[in-house]
């Protein structure tokens, strides 16, 4: 079991949808129910139902790569899992961090690739940068937008 790790970013609207939203995706998971429409709906109260489709998606090979389905934390503590779920998504981690075979790593770059993409057209361009910090965070020799 991974220990749960206080928050460094959970409070960003970025953040807190994502994490929202694989709270939400867990419990459907696990409980056997339709996962989209309650994804849908846990959006909505962020402003992006849009990103149902492929947050299911990065949620679904993040899995893949764990190879063990994803823990998540409780209200504002995040598990270790959801932290380096938002840092994949913000580029503040490789995807080394995740030791998973070849496949399953090219499939988790292509969902955090679609998921930075789907971000930056529903919430803006810097969204899973800036907002996922608060300041401009971008990498060394990415292009500013």
């Keep these: 079991?991974?220990?749960?790790?206080?928050?460094?970013?959970?409070?960003?609207?970025?953040?807190?949808?994502?994490?929202?939203?694989?709270?939400?995706w867990r419990q459907s998971r696990d409980s056997g129910r339709p996962v989209q429409p309650r994804l849908s709906r846990a959006l909505?109260?962020?402003?992006?139902?849009?990103?149902?489709?492929?947050?299911?998606?990065?949620?679904?090979?993040?899995?893949?790569?764990?190879?063990?389905?994803?823990?998540?934390?409780?209200?504002a503590i995040l598990s270790q899992d959801e932290q380096v779920l938002?840092?994949?998504v913000h580029g503040s981690s490789a995807?080394?961090?995740?030791?998973?075979?070849?496949?399953a790593a090219s499939a988790l770059d292509c969902a955090l690739c679609s998921t930075r993409i789907?971000?930056?057209?529903?919430?803006?361009p810097t969204a899973h940068r800036s907002q996922y910090t608060g300041v401009a965070a971008a990498r060394p020799g990415a292009?500013?937008?």
Excluded: Q, W
């Excluded at 109260?45 to 990103?51: F, K």
């Design 1 to 24: 079991m991974t220990r749960p790790t206080p928050p460094r970013h959970s409070t960003t609207p970025f953040a807190t949808a994502l994490i929202d939203a694989a709270r939400c």
């Design 118 to 124: 789907m971000l930056a057209l529903t919430l803006g």
């Design 44 to 75: 909505d109260t962020h402003g992006c139902v849009m990103l149902a489709p492929v947050l299911d998606s990065l949620y679904r090979f993040y899995e893949g790569a764990l190879d063990r389905p994803m823990t998540v934390g409780d209200k």
């Design 95 to 103: 995807r080394a961090c995740v030791n998973c075979p070849e496949r």
């Design 86 to 88: 938002l840092d994949l």
């Design 143 to 145: 292009p500013d937008t």
